[in-house]
Each structure stands twice: as C-alpha cells, then as structure tokens.
C-alpha cells in the first residue's frame, strides 16, 4: 500500500465522523421511537469498518452482521439512504424493508446486514465463490463479532474457503462483547487468529482502532486473494461505546472500563493525532471537516423525517419471480 | 376508609421464572443453558435471579452456537438430565433444526430412550424484522416426537412449564414477545396445565374462533367488539399445538357450525390448516358452511411496522372473519 497521502488520510477521517456522528444521533431518535425495532450502534467501532472498506475495490462484496451501519457507511452509501432505512421508510437502502439490521444494495456487492449472528461469513464465502467461478477479479469481506466466532456456520465457511482457497477475507469486528457476554467467558483457547490458522488460512490479531493498521491487513490479504492464494482471517480488537441494542446499559463492565477505552483508544482521536501532526491538517481544519460532516448528518435526518413510508400494497410482492409456472 | 394495597400480579416472564423456579427446587436434575441468563436474566427476564439463586452449575451462560446448545441439552437428557435449553428467539432455533428434529424428536421411538429436554424461546411477530418474527409452530408440530406449548397467560405459562419440567418428552414452549409483560395469577405449587387440554377464554353464544398465543388477545378484543353488534363469540385458547385438544375443536365445530381459526402464521401449511382440514374431514356434517382461516400472509416480515402490522390478522378482519361464517 502506498504512503499515506493527504486527500486519503482525510477521507478517512472524514468517513470514521461521518459514522460517529450518525450512529450517536440515530441512537437519540432511537429512544424517542424514530427507529422502529431499536438498533445497534457501533461507536468505538469507526476504525474496523473504515481501514477494511477504503483497502478495498467499490465493486468488492461485502456480507455483514446486525451491527452494520458502520460497514455500509464506510462501503459509500449515503447517510440519507442508511437513516432513511433505519427508519424504514421507502427511500431506504433496503426500501424499508429491511431496517437497521437488514441494509443492503445486492447488485453493487453489499449482500446485507443480517438478523442471525455469523450469518454474513457463509453469504460472503459463497460470494466468493461466485467470483472464482466466473474469474472475476474481486474479493469478498465477511464480517462477523467475537460472539459470531462461536457459531459452527461461521467455522464450516472458513473450512471451505480455506480448502476452495476462495477470495475472502474473514474480519471480525470484535468489540469484545456478544450482548453482555464477554469474550473471553465464552471462547476457548482465547487466541482468535490461533484458532483460525488451524483451518489454514494466513491469520492475524490486530488494533483495531488504529485503521491505518486494519487498512493495511485488508489490503494485502486482498492481494492475495486477487493472486489465487485464497482466504485471510483478520481479528480486529476494537471496542463498543454503548449497550448492545439502543438504550441498554447493564452491569456486565465497568463505567471505567468504557472511559479508559474512550480516553486512551479512540479510533477517531488517535488518527486526528496522525492526520496533524503529519501536516494534513490543522486543529481548524479538522473542526471545520467535523461541522461539514455535522451537517451532513442534520440533512439525512430531514430526509429520512420527511420521506414517504413504503406502499402497504407492496407486502406481498418480490417475495418470488412467479415464473417457475411459465412454461419454457 | 381503608386502602386496600393490591398485590401486584406477576409478568408472563416472572411466571416463567416462578414455575422453573419451584421445579428446581424439587429436581436438582434440571439446569438451564442459554445466552445472557446469568447476569441479564435473558432477553425477556425470563430467568432472572436464578443464576443467583441456585448457582453457576444450573443456570450456564452458552456461547452464540445453538446448534452445540440443543445438542447439549439433548445428550444430557439422554443421559438423566431435565435441561431447559432458552435459544432466546425462535428464529434462532433454524440453526439447531438437524439436532431437533432429527436427533431430540426420533431418540426415544428408535432407541427407546426419554428425552425430557425443555427448548424455550420467545415467538411471534412484532418489530424486528425478517429475521427475528418467524412463525414457526407448523415446523414443530409437523414433527413426531415433539410437544409444542404456545401459552397465552401467566397462569398458563407457570401451569404447562410446571407440567413439561414433570414430564420426560421434548418440549418446544414458546412466548409470546408481545406478551411478556402481561400480569396475571399464576397459581400455587400444585398447579399444572397438562398438554392437549384448551381453555375457553370467552364464553359465546353463535360462533367460536379457535386460536393461541397473542391471537388470543386479539380473538377477544374482536369478540368483545362483535358483542356490541350483538354477536356471541366464544373464544378458545388452544394453549398446546400438540398435542392438541381435538375434543375441545370437536365441540366447538358441533355445537356453533360456525367456525373462525387464527394466529398469526402465514396461511399456507399453517396449523390453522391442520384444524380446519380435520374438523371437516370428523364433523363435516355440523358446519354451516366453510371454516373460515385467518392468518399472516405468504411474506417475510418487513421492519417497517406498518407493513409488519399489515401482514398479520387485525381485530378488524377478525371480526370479518366471524360475520362471514355467520352469514351462512
Ligand atoms: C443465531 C443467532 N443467535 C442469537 C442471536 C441473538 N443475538 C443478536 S446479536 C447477539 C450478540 C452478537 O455478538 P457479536 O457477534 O459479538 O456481535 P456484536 O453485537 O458485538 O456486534 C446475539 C446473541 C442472533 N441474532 N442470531
Ligand atoms: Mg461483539
């Protein structure tokens, strides 16, 4: 991967603000019931998704989890089509259908968040399979939490991809919680890459608020996905800033736990450090990208107010083609 | 004057806990394993302060793998043990489905061994989305070997736990998400529901809706609507699946000819079916005309909610339902 240029280092930025902002505002419409079903946020979270999406092609797919806007953010949708969905209305991404769990755009490789944990890995494998079969020169990311790493479907995917050397890559988004259930409670071994590397694969454990750190992994296991040398599992350490679902709080960590995470390892702060003091941008500047993003985010919220909810009409259809009775 | 203090009534989820509770303290054999009951009680409270009560032994915070955990809960039953395995939702079940009806249901036909293994989890359509309201009794009941409770009450919930815990088959008890705050009476010790034994909720006169679950609620919210017109309707909880109390259908298809079945299960291949289809083949000769089915339609649950509202049975075409079989 090249040096880190200035246009980039602030798109980064940029994008991990555009999330933090977005995920602290929908969570307050949230609780005032603007969010049919709640939702979950992923603040603490901005790094993961930002370093894997920007190391990789916009056509790339993507097969996610319940905790996804930051992915779809980071793949390039817009925050008036992801807020619009988690209100469900009709200009959502997933026309309303499918809420803050279930966002999707299939035909531009975002095959969708999902309700069932470790789902988006198997979906993601069996894109890449796709991919190998028609010779297409593109990868596809699974993402899946720490809490996904105990599904069976999650390890029979990466048995396959591994034996297939199919071009995926297998990132966990671990924020070290599954609900309130921490991860070292419920994971034997502990050592999530070790465990990995017993299928085959290239395997690593890295910072995940650093997204510099994830940008570079993601993109050499692309690399080597695009080489024919198949799969790479990524276990990206990173933390959530909230309850598991809206409004949650509970006593499973510590408020210290929390701040010591927020103060010290920010993925948001620590590369503002990097974006000045590389002289990308001044503390000025910086504020300014914060209100523009600001403002972007007031815009979707309007968006989202004011657009149309979808046709009841429409409840039954696209359920299937209707055309297994033609006869051919 | 003197004020009299009401007790407060427990939740639906508090009778859970209460039957479990006293079956605990007579059987050491039963234990429950699930995701976030130790601390979080589950999802719904429904197993809230047992962990505290009777220890870390009996109450077993699993990882995010159900189809180890109905496995578990299984090979122990085999082995003497009465788990109760909370998969949390329903919807979660599909991923343990080969170890359910495969393997808990066809044990003790082949091998001639009990399973007495409780699987709990909460059920039915409210906000959530595709992924999380599937209605998936017909799945179950479709299955031999298995036993299906779908109370509709706190009463209930504590009498048919109670009787499922005293018992040696598998039991899949569902809860009703709409239901869990719902207060009631929940009977002393010595109070059990058996399976295969339906309440009447409402006493009526011309016509009888055949129901469970929250659609009992809505059957009566009809019911009482359509008394105002001067239409009696009784209303039947089922309270099991299966068995199910055919004497109980029987009775009502006898007496009134005039015959309403709910839930709020996609029409096709639902349980609805099933009661209509066999209370024409036995009492043909009763009915006044056609038994009318209301249920959900042939669609995945959308998370917009007055989509999802549109695809289950409102107490509007409840009530159309009853005025149609009353026009024969
Ligand atoms: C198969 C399945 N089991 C259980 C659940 C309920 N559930 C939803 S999210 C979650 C925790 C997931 O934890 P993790 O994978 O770490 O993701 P995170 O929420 O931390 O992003 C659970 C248990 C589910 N959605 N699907
Ligand atoms: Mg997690």
Redesign the pocket.
Known sequence: MSKLDKSTALALLRQMMVIRDFEETADKLCLRGKVPGGM?N?SG?EAVAVGTLSAIAKDDVIAT???SHHHTLAKGYSAKSVMAELFAKSTGISHGRGGSMHLAEVTEGHFGG??????GVGIAMGAALGIQHIGDKKIAVGF??????N?GRTWESINMASIWKLPLIILV???????E?F?GRVTGGGDLAKRASGFGLPAYNIDGQDVLEVRKYVSEARERALAGEGPTFINALTY?YYG?NVGEKGQYRTQEEIAQWRTTQDPIDKFTEVVISSGFATQAEVEELRASVRKEIEEAVAFAESSPEPEIASITQGVDSGKLGVQL | MTTEVKAVTPTYSEAFQSGVREEMNRNKKIFILG??LVERGG?FAQVKGIAQEFGLKQVRDAP?S?AAMVAAGMGAAMYGCHPIVD???I??S??AMDEIINQAAKIRFMFDRPVPLVIRATSGVALGGA??CNSLESFFAHTAGLSLAVPSTPMDVKGLIKTALRNEDPVIFLMHKKLSGIRGEIGDENYFVPFGKAKTIKAGKDAAIITYGYSAVTATKAAQALEAEGISVEVIDLRTLYPIDQDAIDAAVTKFGRVVVLDEAPLFGSITAEIAATASERNFKSLKGPIVRVGAVRAPLSANPAMSEAAIPSVDQISKAVKQVMSY
């Open positions: 979950h992923s979270q989890t319940h905790r999902n309700g069932i944990v470790g789902a899946v939490g720490d809490g996904g790493m599904t988004d671990n924020n070290q919680y599954a609900v259930t991860v959530r598991h | 995701t976030d999802h995010i159900e998969l949390n939702f919807d979660f599909l991923g992924h999380h």
